[in-house]
Nanobody, 128 residues
Framework: QVQLVESGGGLVQPGESLRLSCQAS????????IGWFRQGPGNERDWISC??????????YYRDSVKGRFTISRDKSENKVFLQMDDLKADDTAVYYC???????????????????WGQGTRVIVSS
């Protein structure tokens, strides 16, 4: 069974960092596109970053609001995808999810498609 489990959220002050993890099971993280999404208070759930399958040539995607601060990566040996979040801001407060679908290997498809596999979410609170 294909499953994703997020971890690493917490409460931090503005300017601090967090590293979120997305533990995959039932598939290999190299094989499909995997995206990070977030839903903040009063906002809809939107994509934040995406990394394509290993066979895809495009660079990782980043939403404009997180470019230069967030970095997505994967580790095949651990079968995990990470989101390194630096210089966190109050507007980054949200529940963060990772998601995938075996149909998508390219991020252009993943960020616009209907995804079947979601984690339970991990909460990030950025507050002074």
């Amino acid at each position: 069974q294909v499953q994703l489990v997020e971890s690493g959220g917490g409460l931090v002050q503005p300017g601090e960092s967090l590293r979120l993890s997305c533990q995959a099971s039932g598939f290999t993280v190299d094989d499909y596109a995997i995206g990070w999404f977030r839903q903040g208070p009063g906002n809809e759930r939107d994509w934040i970053s995406c990394i394509g399958s290993k066979s895809v040539s495009h660079s990782p995607y980043y939403r404009d609001s997180v470019k230069g601060r967030f970095t997505i990566s994967r580790d095949k040996s651990e079968n995990k995808v990470f989101l390194q979040m630096d210089d966190l801001k109050a507007d980054d407060t949200a529940v963060y999810y990772c998601a995938t679908d075996i149909y998508y290997t390219d991020c252009s498809g993943l960020i616009t498609g209907i995804l079947d596999v979601w984690g339970q979410g991990t909460r990030v609170i950025v507050s002074s």
